[in-house]
Every structure is written in structure tokens, then in C-alpha cells.
């Protein structure tokens, strides 16, 4: 299922590949849930269903210099960027919305690079973020929902490429990450816990694929204390008629 080709953030090493549009079809659907139906009517509302969405009219737009906040109103937590980059553009008649933000915390500053691109109304959509130096113990502590994070302090570089029907419903997660040294001290909420252990280095990557309900691992591997761990293979668990696994 192709998806948007990455446009933020290279990681170590690599080089930005060039930007490539999803060119599949969204499967059919017949929820009619109240969530879908909303984010159906977002999509079509900013792509416009007939060239009358609210960005139908905009070829190029750019804002610079932009002060951008992000509030999570659970939480109470506001995220603010000073400097950040939006570009608006509509290549082939589709819609490509970029965000270059930095974020500025009390152990230093974080990238964020956010593409999102749907080729024609009804499409499949490509959602690409690139971020640096992110620690995700810190956003753990300011937004409750994401607590299972607590347990990673390290700082974290990489890619996260998703494919969405119009509906946000997942098709398709890529994920390269690259951790920096750090401590990792289990899964808070999920009943992974152990002292907290020094990490030198790692790399985490792996695809899931729902419509084979498969997770490919690429590479899982970590160095501590002179010790290399690493991890590959195919999860893909078997399910009963009723839909629970057997």
C-alpha cells in the first residue's frame, strides 16, 4: 500500500528521499459512526468534494515565522512553537499540507516535521512525521494519556509514516527510530516494570500491514553494558471466528 515517501527529518546517516504521492484508493466503508462520519466530512471539507472545499481556491501558501500553539485541553498542557514553517500546496489537483515547528522545553529544544498529503477526495491519506532529540518520558509527564511513555528516558529520532482512509482509519504504520543513550525503565499501565537500565544506543524498525493483520520487524536492537540485542522476524497472530485469538 504505498503511502507518502518521507519529507521531514533524514536520520543519521541517510538521505531525504523525494517526496511520492499515495496513488491507492480508500477501501470502501459503511460505517456510519458518528466519529467517521466527522472526520469524513473534515477531509472532504478541506480537500473540497466538487473544487469547493475551503482550500479548493489555494495553489501555494507559505507562512513563515509563525508562533503555533497546541493545546490539550485533558490535560491542561500547552505546547508552544515560536518560528514555525506551514506550507500549503495542491500538487496535481490533490492537497500537501507540510509544519516545520520547534518546540522549546526545559532540557533543550525538539524538531517536529509533519507532511500530509491526499491525492483526490476519497483517497487514501499519507501522514509523515520526522521529529529530533524528542524525550518521550517529557511529553509523558504533560499529557496523561501518553503516561505508558514515562518509562523512556532517552532522547528519540526518527520517522513515524502512516496511510489513513479519509475516515483516520489505519491502514498502514511504518516506524524508524533511532534512541539516543538514556534510561528505560519498563511500560507504566501495562504491568512492565524493572530497574532502570542504561541504554548506549538503539534502532527500532518495523511495519504493520492491518489488512494482513502483520507486523514485520525489521530490526529491533539495542547496546548496553557492552551487550548487543537485536530482534527480527514476522508477528502475525491467528484468530478464531469470533475474532479472539486462538
Do not use: C, H
Request: aromatic letters at 8%; hydrophobic letters at 40%.
Amino acid at each position: 500500500l504505498p503511502i507518502l515517501a518521507p519529507t521531514g527529518l533524514p536520520l543519521p546517516g541517510e538521505k531525504s528521499p523525494s517526496p511520492a504521492q499515495p496513488s491507492s484508493a480508500a477501501p470502501q466503508t459503511n460505517s456510519a459512526g458518528q466519529d467517521g462520519s466527522r472526520a469524513g466530512e473534515t477531509a472532504g471539507f478541506a480537500l473540497g468534494d466538487a473544487g469547493g472545499g475551503i482550500l479548493s481556491s489555494i495553489d501555494n501558501l507559505i507562512v513563515s515565522k509563525a508562533r503555533l500553539s497546541v493545546y490539550d485541553e485533558a490535560a491542561g498542557a500547552n505546547w508552544e512553537s515560536f518560528g514555525a514553517e506551514l506550507l500549503i500546496s495542491r500538487p496535481g489537483g490533490g492537497l500537501l499540507v507540510e509544519v516545520d515547528a520547534p518546540f522549546f522545553t526545559e532540557t533543550g529544544e525538539w524538531r517536529i516535521r509533519v507532511a500530509v498529503d491526499q491525492r483526490a477526495p476519497g483517497e487514501i491519506v499519507g501522514i509523515d512525521a520526522a521529529f529530533e532529540e524528542v524525550k518521550p518520558s517529557e511529553i509523558a509527564a504533560r499529557t496523561p494519556e501518553l503516561a505508558f511513555l514515562a518509562g523512556f528516558n532517552l532522547p528519540v529520532t526518527g520517522r513515524l509514516s502512516l496511510a489513513v482512509t479519509p475516515e483516520f482509519e489505519l491502514q498502514r504504520l511504518a516506524v524508524d527510530l533511532v534512541l539516543g543513550a538514556g534510561f528505560v525503565s519498563g511500560v507504566p499501565g501495562a504491568g512492565v516494570d524493572f530497574v532502570p537500565t542504561l541504554i548506549d544506543e538503539g534502532r527500532i524498525r518495523a511495519v504493520y500491514l492491518k489488512k494482513d493483520r502483520r507486523l514485520e520487524i525489521e530490526n529491533i536492537e539495542f547496546m548496553t553494558g557492552g551487550y548487543r540485542f537485536s530482534l527480527f522476524g514476522t508477528v502475525q497472530p491467528e484468530t478464531g471466528e469470533d475474532g479472539k485469538l486462538s
